[in-house]
Nanobody, 130 residues
């Protein structure tokens, strides 16, 4: 199994950028190479929503409204999946979660569903001030 750990959140101003990282905690046993990795976020008072995903074969998926501002990238040498956040807005304020899915085959149709993911991190907080 893996245990995702997020980092890189913080307090920034409108228009700034952040790069979030998701790694597997030491001793978890397996690497991200065997998992599809998704990023989700939960804003205050709202439900958690899908942001982006990176498959085991390094294919990327995005929610339409984030594509162009957010970029997901997988670095296999570091066993890390990054989420680059650009042109941040106050409405991007949220806890950002990383999750790992061992699903195969149907993942390409289900990557946006939280139920597909087997392991979740505790999240990293991004706050964007106006």
């Amino acid at each position: 199994q893996v245990q995702p750990v997020e980092s890189g959140g913080g307090l920034v101003q409108t228009g700034d950028s952040l790069r979030l990282s998701c790694t597997s905690s030491a001793g978890a046993g397996r690497t991200f190479s065997s998992y599809n990795i998704g990023w989700f976020r939960q804003a205050p008072g709202k439900e958690r929503e899908f942001v982006a995903a990176s498959t085991m074969t390094d294919r990327s998926y995005y929610t339409d409204s984030f594509e162009g501002r957010f970029t997901i990238a997988r670095d296999t040498t570091k066993d890390t999946v990054f989420l680059q956040l650009n042109s941040l807005k106050p409405e991007d304020t949220a806890i950002y979660y990383c999750a790992a899915s061992a699903s195969r085959g149907s993942y390409s149709f289900r990557y946006h569903l939280q139920s597909v993911y087997d392991y979740w991190g505790k999240g990293t907080l991004v706050t964007v001030s106006s």
